[in-house]
C-alpha cells in the first residue's frame, strides 16, 4: 500500500510539475537483472518523471530504461541487447560475462549511438580505488557520450578477476570495480525508492544469480512486471 501511495503522488505531482524529478535506486542485480527490468518496464508505462541511479547491473536496466521508448516486451529487449536465445551465462565463468557485457554494449552502441545523452536523467555509483588500493563509492552524473556511460557502466558493474583478467577496471587513469562491492549505504538517503529482487518480499537465494539463460531472463521479467504491478496499483 506504501508504495501505491508514493507513486499516486509522484504521478500527481508529475502531472504538475513536470520537470521536477524524484529519484528511484536501481540497486545491484547480478544475473537477476531481468527482475529489474521487468519491474522498471511497469514503471515506464507509468510516465512519472523521475531520476535513476544505478549500481552494477541496476545502472545497465537504468540506462536502457532511459533509452528506449518502450521496454515492456521481454523478448524484443533480449533479441536487442543480448541476441543469442540459446546463450547460458555463468556469473562465475569469465568468458561469460565479458561476452555478455560486449553484447549490451554493442547492442546500446547499435541502437543509440546519436542519441543525445546529455540531459539524460541517470547517475551511475562505482566504486573508485586509489593508488594504496582504498576504496569509495563515487557517483557519476555528467557523461560525455554514449561511451562515456557505457564506460561508466562497466566499472559499475566491473567484478574483479570475472569480468576482466585483473583486479580492477582502467578508466579515464582511474581504477574502478563494481559498485555493490563496498557499498555507503548513505547513498540510499538519496533515493525516494529503492529497488532490487527484495523489494517486494521475494526470496531469491545467491545461487538463483549465477546463471541465466532466455527462459531464466523471461521468468524473472515476469516477475519484476507482476510484483511492481501488484504493489503500484
Same mark, same amino acid.
Given at each position: 500500500?506504501?508504495?501505491?501511495?508514493?507513486? *499516486?503522488?509522484?504521478?500527481? =505531482?508529475?502531472? #504538475?510539475?513536470?520537470? +521536477? %524529478?524524484?529519484?528511484?535506486?536501481?540497486?545491484?542485480?547480478?544475473?537477476?537483472?531481468?527482475?529489474?527490468?521487468?519491474?522498471?518496464?511497469?514503471?515506464?508505462?507509468?510516465?512519472?518523471?523521475?531520476?535513476?541511479?544505478?549500481?552494477?547491473?541496476?545502472?545497465?536496466?537504468?540506462?536502457?530504461?532511459?533509452?528506449?521508448?518502450?521496454?515492456?516486451?521481454?523478448?524484443?529487449?533480449?533479441?536487442?541487447?543480448?541476441?543469442?536465445?540459446?546463450?547460458?551465462?555463468?556469473?562465475?565463468?569469465?568468458?561469460?560475462?565479458?561476452?555478455?557485457?560486449?553484447?549490451?554494449?554493442?547492442?546500446?552502441?547499435?541502437?543509440?549511438?546519436?542519441?543525445? *545523452?546529455?540531459?539524460?536523467? =541517470?547517475?551511475? #555509483?562505482?566504486?573508485? +580505488? %586509489?593508488?594504496?588500493?582504498?576504496?569509495?563509492?563515487?557517483?557519476?552524473?555528467?557523461?560525455?557520450?554514449?561511451?562515456?556511460?557505457?564506460?561508466?557502466?562497466?566499472?559499475?558493474?566491473?567484478?574483479?578477476?570475472?569480468?576482466?583478467?585483473?583486479?580492477?577496471?582502467?578508466?579515464?587513469?582511474?581504477?574502478?570495480?563494481?559498485?555493490?562491492?563496498?557499498?555507503?549505504?548513505?547513498?540510499?538517503?538519496?533515493?525516494?525508492?529503492?529497488?532490487?529482487?527484495?523489494?517486494?518480499?521475494?526470496?531469491?537465494?545467491?545461487?538463483?544469480?549465477?546463471?541465466?539463460?532466455?527462459?531464466?531472463?523471461?521468468?524473472?521479467?515476469?516477475?519484476?512486471?507482476?510484483?511492481?504491478?501488484?504493489?503500484?496499483?
Amino acid at each position: 500500500m506504501k508504495y501505491y501511495v508514493l507513486m *499516486i503522488i509522484l504521478m500527481f =505531482l508529475n502531472h #504538475i510539475l513536470p520537470t +521536477l %524529478n524524484y529519484t528511484i535506486c536501481v540497486g545491484s542485480t547480478g544475473l537477476l537483472f531481468s527482475y529489474s527490468m521487468g519491474a522498471l518496464a511497469y514503471l515506464k508505462t507509468k510516465n512519472v518523471n523521475y531520476h535513476l541511479i544505478g549500481t552494477s547491473g541496476g545502472s545497465w536496466c537504468s540506462l536502457i530504461y532511459h533509452l528506449e521508448d518502450n521496454i515492456s516486451n521481454h523478448d524484443t529487449l533480449w533479441d536487442n541487447y543480448i541476441g543469442d536465445r540459446n546463450m547460458c551465462i555463468k556469473l562465475l565463468n569469465r568468458k561469460d560475462m565479458k561476452r555478455l557485457q560486449n553484447s549490451m554494449k554493442l547492442g546500446i552502441k547499435n541502437r543509440h549511438n546519436e542519441k543525445n *545523452i546529455s540531459n539524460i536523467p =541517470l547517475s551511475i #555509483i562505482t566504486t573508485k +580505488l %586509489n593508488n594504496n588500493m582504498q576504496h569509495t563509492n563515487v557517483i557519476i552524473d555528467k557523461f560525455d557520450d554514449i561511451d562515456d556511460i557505457l564506460n561508466y557502466a562497466l566499472c559499475s558493474s566491473y567484478i574483479p578477476f570475472i569480468c576482466g583478467n585483473q583486479y580492477y577496471m582502467v578508466y579515464k587513469n582511474e581504477k574502478f570495480i563494481d559498485g555493490d562491492l563496498f557499498k555507503d549505504k548513505k547513498f540510499k538517503n538519496k533515493c525516494n525508492f529503492y529497488l532490487d529482487k527484495e523489494t517486494w518480499g521475494r526470496k531469491y537465494s545467491v545461487t538463483d544469480g549465477f546463471t541465466l539463460n532466455y527462459d531464466i531472463s523471461h521468468k524473472l521479467f515476469e516477475n519484476g512486471w507482476n510484483d511492481a504491478m501488484n504493489n503500484m496499483e
